[in-house]
Protein backbone atom coordinates (compact mmCIF):
# COMPACT_ATOMS: atom_id res chain seq x y z
CA UNK A 1 0.00 0.00 0.00
CA UNK A 2 1.52 3.64 -1.25
CA UNK A 3 0.05 7.05 -0.44
CA UNK A 4 1.90 9.79 -2.16
CA UNK A 5 0.94 13.62 -1.27
CA UNK A 6 1.90 16.44 -3.46
CA UNK A 7 0.58 19.51 -4.08
CA UNK A 8 2.52 21.46 -1.07
CA UNK A 9 4.67 24.85 -1.92
CA UNK A 10 4.94 28.12 0.08
CA UNK A 11 1.74 30.50 0.20
CA UNK A 12 1.17 33.98 1.81
CA UNK A 13 -1.49 34.07 4.35
CA UNK A 14 -4.70 34.53 2.97
CA UNK A 15 -3.91 32.15 0.31
CA UNK A 16 -5.13 29.15 -0.87
CA UNK A 17 -3.77 25.50 -1.63
CA UNK A 18 -5.21 21.62 -2.88
CA UNK A 19 -3.57 19.15 -1.87
CA UNK A 20 -3.53 15.53 -3.50
CA UNK A 21 -3.25 12.46 -1.82
CA UNK A 22 -2.87 9.13 -4.72
CA UNK A 23 -2.96 5.76 -3.98
CA UNK A 24 -0.95 3.07 -5.91
CA UNK A 25 -1.16 -0.35 -6.31
CA UNK A 26 -4.51 -0.35 -4.36
CA UNK A 27 -7.95 1.25 -5.02
CA UNK A 28 -8.98 3.64 -2.33
CA UNK A 29 -12.47 2.69 -2.58
CA UNK A 30 -12.99 0.83 0.77
CA UNK A 31 -10.79 2.94 3.05
CA UNK A 32 -11.48 5.92 5.36
CA UNK A 33 -9.05 8.37 4.93
CA UNK A 34 -8.13 11.60 6.53
CA UNK A 35 -5.76 14.44 6.65
CA UNK A 36 -3.24 14.67 9.67
CA UNK A 37 -0.24 17.85 9.99
CA UNK A 38 2.81 18.34 12.07
CA UNK A 39 4.22 21.90 12.67
CA UNK A 40 8.14 21.94 13.66
CA UNK A 41 8.14 21.14 17.34
CA UNK A 42 4.85 20.02 17.84
CA UNK A 43 2.80 16.88 17.85
CA UNK A 44 1.48 15.36 14.62
CA UNK A 45 -2.66 16.36 14.44
CA UNK A 46 -5.58 14.89 12.75
CA UNK A 47 -7.10 17.57 10.23
CA UNK A 48 -9.91 16.23 8.77
CA UNK A 49 -11.21 12.53 7.04
CA UNK A 50 -13.81 11.51 5.24
CA UNK A 51 -15.52 8.13 5.22
CA UNK A 52 -15.32 5.77 2.34
CA UNK A 53 -18.17 6.67 0.68
CA UNK A 54 -17.52 10.49 0.83
CA UNK A 55 -20.74 11.10 2.37
CA UNK A 56 -19.46 12.03 6.19
CA UNK A 57 -16.73 14.04 6.76
CA UNK A 58 -14.99 15.58 9.82
CA UNK A 59 -13.06 18.50 10.59
CA UNK A 60 -10.24 20.04 13.23
CA UNK A 61 -11.75 23.24 15.06
CA UNK A 62 -8.66 25.05 13.85
CA UNK A 63 -9.68 24.22 9.96
CA UNK A 64 -13.60 24.37 10.24
CA UNK A 65 -14.78 26.64 7.46
CA UNK A 66 -11.77 27.37 5.69
CA UNK A 67 -10.65 23.67 4.75
CA UNK A 68 -12.92 21.01 2.75
CA UNK A 69 -11.93 17.67 2.11
CA UNK A 70 -12.75 15.57 -0.81
CA UNK A 71 -12.37 11.92 -2.57
CA UNK A 72 -12.49 11.12 -6.00
CA UNK A 73 -12.69 7.47 -5.86
CA UNK A 74 -12.53 7.10 -9.76
CA UNK A 75 -9.35 8.74 -9.84
CA UNK A 76 -7.70 7.32 -6.61
CA UNK A 77 -7.24 10.10 -5.00
CA UNK A 78 -8.06 12.52 -1.87
CA UNK A 79 -8.22 16.14 -1.85
CA UNK A 80 -7.93 18.92 0.99
CA UNK A 81 -9.08 22.44 -0.22
CA UNK A 82 -7.20 24.90 2.03
CA UNK A 83 -8.45 28.45 1.66
CA UNK A 84 -7.76 31.48 4.57
CA UNK A 85 -4.68 30.16 5.11
CA UNK A 86 -2.50 31.49 8.38
CA UNK A 87 1.10 30.98 9.51
CA UNK A 88 -0.24 28.67 12.14
CA UNK A 89 -1.07 25.85 8.78
CA UNK A 90 2.75 25.95 8.00
CA UNK A 91 3.34 22.19 8.69
CA UNK A 92 3.94 18.79 7.10
CA UNK A 93 0.79 17.59 6.22
CA UNK A 94 -0.35 13.41 5.66
CA UNK A 95 -2.71 11.68 4.34
CA UNK A 96 -3.44 8.60 5.98
CA UNK A 97 -6.03 4.99 5.31
CA UNK A 98 -7.65 2.54 7.35
CA UNK A 99 -10.74 0.04 6.39
CA UNK A 100 -11.82 1.12 9.75
CA UNK A 101 -12.74 4.81 9.84
CA UNK A 102 -10.85 6.56 12.78
CA UNK A 103 -11.03 9.83 14.83
CA UNK A 104 -8.75 11.91 13.66
CA UNK A 105 -7.54 12.03 17.40
CA UNK A 106 -6.45 8.20 16.75
CA UNK A 107 -2.96 7.97 15.13
CA UNK A 108 -3.45 4.11 14.78
CA UNK A 109 -4.20 4.68 10.80
CA UNK A 110 -3.39 1.94 8.81
CA UNK A 111 -1.77 3.44 6.09
CA UNK A 112 0.82 6.79 5.73
CA UNK A 113 1.95 8.87 2.88
CA UNK A 114 5.66 10.18 3.26
CA UNK A 115 3.80 14.39 4.05
CA UNK A 116 4.06 17.22 1.33
CA UNK A 117 5.35 20.32 3.18
CA UNK A 118 2.91 23.31 3.33
CA UNK A 119 4.88 26.92 4.29
CA UNK A 120 2.52 30.01 4.81
CA UNK A 121 3.97 33.28 5.26
Known amino acids: VQLVESGGGAVQAGGSLRLSCEAYAYALRPYCMGWFRQAPGKEREGVAS????????NYADSVKGRFTISRDNAKNTLYPQMNSLNPEDTAMYYC????????????????WGQGTQVTVS
Open 50 to 57: ITAGGRTT
Open 96 to 111: AADRVCRPIWDESWQD
